[in-house]
Nanobody, 125 residues
Framework: QVQLVESGGGLVQPGGSLRVSCAASGSIFSINTMGWYRQGPGKQRDLVASITSDGSTNYADSVKGRFTISIDNAKNMVYLQMDNLKPADTAVYYC???????????????????WGQGTQVTVSS
């Protein structure tokens, strides 16, 4: 019913930049929060950054000052601009969205949590 599709991952050298995007589609009434998590090899999935529909942001300490999250409520999209990338940033990046769904019969419905399939970001020389 709802799908999250990420794009923009890839290989970049240390100190470089990359932007990943996530588009949510389906029966969406409104966005509560969208965010990015990452999971490195042998590690747990951790929050990188999140943003509410009114623009309030939250960042992991390790990315503050280097990463910027932004949201386009009209397009149901979230972006993560990653600058000054480090090898430690290498991971699969997952988009997360907490959305209020739209029901064609009753209008605004349940709030649900969704995940994208992940996009690989590799920082290496």
């Amino acid at each position: 019913q709802v799908q999250l599709v990420e794009s923009g991952g890839g290989l970049v050298q240390p100190g470089g930049s990359l932007r990943v995007s996530c588009a949510a589609s389906g029966s969406i009434f409104s966005i509560n929060t969208m965010g990015w998590y990452r999971q490195g090899p042998g590690k747990q999935r951790d929050l990188v950054a999140s943003i509410t529909s009114d623009g309030s942001t939250n960042y992991a300490d390790s990315v503050k000052g280097r990463f910027t999250i932004s949201i386009d409520n009209a397009k149901n999209m979230v972006y993560l601009q990653m600058d000054n990338l480090k090898p430690a940033d290498t991971a699969v990046y997952y988009c997360n969205a907490i959305l209020r769904l739209w029901d064609s019969y009753s209008g605004p419905g349940l709030v649900e949590d969704y995940w994208g399939q992940g996009t690989q970001v590799t920082v290496s020389s």
